[in-house]
């Protein structure tokens, strides 16, 4: 299977591949996929006055995991939180042109900023309870 | 650098022919074309030798006479062949099979189509661990024979994990209780001493791509002594004494025949010299890289066969990474099911670990500097992939992955 020249372009240069301290209150943290499937992909967000500063991810998986993670977290760097709720993994899928055996790597990068986000809101919600 | 990118380190999949080999076929295309079926005239006549001498030179090299050598298309037509075909003609004897959980799929699916046909199929597991991991053992074998097994069908070594199962003693075992032995020996033969006789095979599937031959060509060995019978699967002009019909591939035999011969003059030094290669690389990974892990048996491997788990990197990534060396991977992603290797799953190596594994295949043409250069590239991949892997993160953190509960339930 031949991969786009996106997802190579992605995968030879990843953006944003880092941690972020995942106790600051300021980080929410997705963690999705398991080691037994072949794909995990922790992807972070750093968010300041409900818009994402920054981003960071680390992915185990094949390259079209890796490029899509990559890709988001390019994506969502300047949006709104609610803006990068939005995000749809058909978005990503079109831009890497995956083939449908790869969906689920799109998938997977979707689930991944939702979890991020979802984790951030929960740390803000409990502050402010 | 004196060699060409990208290297070639598949030798399981398939080999490249031998220029010996091509040198041998050229004749056989264009001037000496005749169907070796074609009794009455010189064309014919020079096909048939040709194809006779190929059939001796395969023989020879597991031991059997020219006559007990079926052509074929490949070994995947051997196999069905040889199964089917002694499954139908031997039903009044009994209707039990006995194989391998590792097994090519061309046996396994086989085996499963006969299942729904109303044959009874015992799939053995292979063991777990410790020297004899990946193989099937004798007294394995001897267990699961009942009455009825009429047919026992094993690998000589397995395509994936190199794994060399104790074929001649399982051989003793079958024969003990009467039953035929059917060994897949695509693998194993022209890489480590097979003997139909020492081994007590009955039928045996062999194929001229994974031995330096072209491909498009493989042969059943089908005993004479005593008589083995199986039933044609392939209906027609009753080629190959009725047992396989379809006018024969002369050049391919001819190519499989001298890439035989080559085997058997060359096997003994050429298996040394592959193995010091196949440890170099081993070697070389291990000192570099924590956390690797080989499948299957060391002791009883072929000489070129390496499987490794490199933990916490995905198979299909690193195959994306190491792009100047073709290797293969048990990872899901290799193939449309999305499930790892059943060959390892089958070692009890969990999913996991399956995901990450990969195999390099040494061959007649790897030389010790690609070795080099291969290492190089690996150790470069799996450092520059672990860098961006959670999981490998989590381990250097001292988190224990088993303890985590993974969000996602599908694949």
Redesign the interface.
């Known amino acids: 299977m031949a ?1 786009s020249e996106k997802v190579i372009e992605h ?1 030879e240069h ?1 953006r944003n ?1 880092g ?1 972020m301290d995942k106790n600051s209150d300021e980080v929410g943290t997705g ?12 992807l972070q967000i750093r968010v300041e006055d409900g818009i994402i500063k920054d981003a960071k991810f ?6 079209s ?2 490029a899509s993670s990559s890709l988001v977290t390019e994506w969502v760097k300047g949006m709104s939180v609610d803006q990068a709720a939005l995000l749809k993994n058909s978005q990503i899928a079109e831009e890497l042109n995956l083939p449908p ?1 790869k969906i ?1 790597c799109s998938v ?1 990068a979707e ?1 991944a900023i939702k ?1 991020a986000i979802a984790d951030y809101k929960a740390k803000q919600a409990k502050r402010q309870a | 650098m004196t060699f060409k990118i990208p290297i070639f380190m598949d030798n399981h999949s398939t080999t490249p022919m031998d220029p010996r080999v091509l040198e041998a076929m050229l004749p056989f295309f264009c001037d000496d074309f005749g169907n070796a079926a074609s009794r009455n005239h010189a064309f014919g006549w020079k096909a048939e030798q040709a194809a006779e001498l190929a059939r001796d030179q395969v023989g020879a090299l597991i031991g059997a006479s020219g006559k007990e050598i079926v052509w074929t298309s490949g070994a995947t037509e051997a196999i069905n062949l040889a199964i089917k075909g002694v499954a139908e003609f031997y039903k009044d004897k009994g209707n039990h099979i006995i194989t391998g959980q590792t097994e090519h799929k061309a046996t396994l699916d086989t085996c499963k189509r006969l299942e729904k046909q109303g044959y009874h199929v015992t799939y053995l597991p292979v063991r777990s661990s410790g020297e004899h991991a990946g193989r099937i053992m004798p007294e394995d074998v001897e267990a699961a024979m009942t009455d009825h097994t009429v047919l026992v069908a094993l690998m000589l070594a397995n395509n994936e994990i190199g794994t060399v199962h104790p074929i001649n003693e399982i051989g003793a075992v079958v024969k003990k209780r009467g039953a035929l032995f059917f060994v897949d020996a695509v693998q194993g033969v022209g890489k480590i001493p097979f003997d139909v006789n020492e081994s007590k095979a009955d039928l045996v599937a062999l194929t001229g791509h994974k031995m330096y031959g072209p491909k498009g060509i493989g042969a059943l060995y089908v005993r004479r002594k005593p008589r083995v019978r199986v039933v044609a699967q392939i209906d027609g002009g009753g080629h190959e004494r009725g047992m396989r019909s379809g006018t024969l591939n002369v050049p391919g035999i001819v190519g499989f025949g001298r890439a035989a011969e080559i085997a058997k003059a060359e096997m003994a030094t050429e298996s040394v010299r592959i193995a010091g290669m196949r440890d170099r690389l081993r070697d070389k990974l291990f000192a570099a890289l924590p956390e690797v892990f080989i499948n299957g048996s060391w002791e009883h491997r072929l000489p070129g066969n390496l499987n490794i788990s490199f933990a916490f990197v995905e198979g299909e990534g690193l195959m994306m990474a190491m792009k100047d060396v073709a290797v293969s991977s048990g990872s899901a992603c290799t193939s449309a099911s999305l499930e790892p290797s059943y060959v390892l799953r089958a070692l009890g190596i969990g999913e996991e670990l399956a995901h990450t594994s990969i195999r390099f295949g040494i061959g007649r043409f790897n030389t010790d500097e690609e070795i080099d250069y291969v290492a190089n590239h690996t150790i470069e991949a799996v450092t520059k992939l672990r860098d961006l892997s959670p999981l490998w993160e989590m381990h250097l953190e001292g988190v224990d992955l088993k303890s985590i509960v993974w969000a996602a339930a599908e694949h």
């Open positions: 991969y995968y990843p591949v941690s963690l999705v996929g398991a080691p037994a499937c072949g794909d995990v992909m922790k680390k992915t185990f998986g094949c390259g995991a890796i055996v689920h997977l689930d979890a």
